[in-house]
């Protein structure tokens, strides 16, 4: 079974601060890991994924995430945030291939002036 | 590419009625597609996947025959919430992948269902 944990529901940055949004995953194989964000009523939209090969991965807006299996981490982060990246975040593991995906619970990034 | 969609986007119904929500996908066959609900400020929880021309696979604890899912086409997939309650109540989201892997499932936009 996978499960994903996200540290911190909240997290709050001024506008060009660096983001850190947390993920800390659990998978009895090799897992696919993903970073979607939901704007308010709004469906998820793919920022970035691992599956396999290179560790560091970088996806849209900015965002880089890298997985680290050592610490069973994919924590998220861009260098300075922007008031737009206000929204849900949230991580999400599959086990390797299959198709089936499990969501941590989110995480809100507010961005301050 | 790989878009999704779903409709109606928003739909306000009296308790007792059934709703049917619609996910197509729109540029794309999808091999399978997946339905999600999301309550307020919570994550999503998967409550069925759905395989063209099969019956549909549900979660532990969903109720089969209150979500009924009917995916009839490569491009189409059906929910049915019957006899809708105040606490169905939710966002629902549906998912449409385009091979056998996480790595290409593309969401909609989702359905907000208030039950009065």
Known sequence: AQSVTQLGSHVSVSEGALVLLR??????????LFWYVQYPNQGLQLLLKYT????????INGFEAEFKKSETSFHLTKPSAHMSDAAEYFCAVSAGTASKLTFGTGTRLQVTL | GAVVSQHPSRVICKSGTSVKIECRS????????????????????LMATSNEGSKA?????????KFLINHAS????????????????????CSASVGSS??????????RLTVL
């Open chain 1, 23 to 32: 993920c800390n995953y659990s998978s009895s194989v090799p897992p696919y």
């Open chain 2, 102 to 111: 996480a790595d290409t499932q593309y969401f909609g936009p989702g359905t």
């Open chain 2, 26 to 45: 729109l540029d794309f066959q999808a091999t399978t597609m997946f339905w999600y609900r999301q309550f307020p400020k919570q994550s999503l929880m």
């Open chain 2, 57 to 65: 696979t549900y979660e532990q604890g969903v109720e089969k025959d």
């Open chain 2, 74 to 93: 490569l491009t189409l997939s059906t929910l049915t919430v019957t006899s809708a309650h105040p606490e169905d109540s939710s966002f629902y989201i």
């Open chain 1, 52 to 59: 396999t090969g290179a560790t560091l991965v970088k996806g």
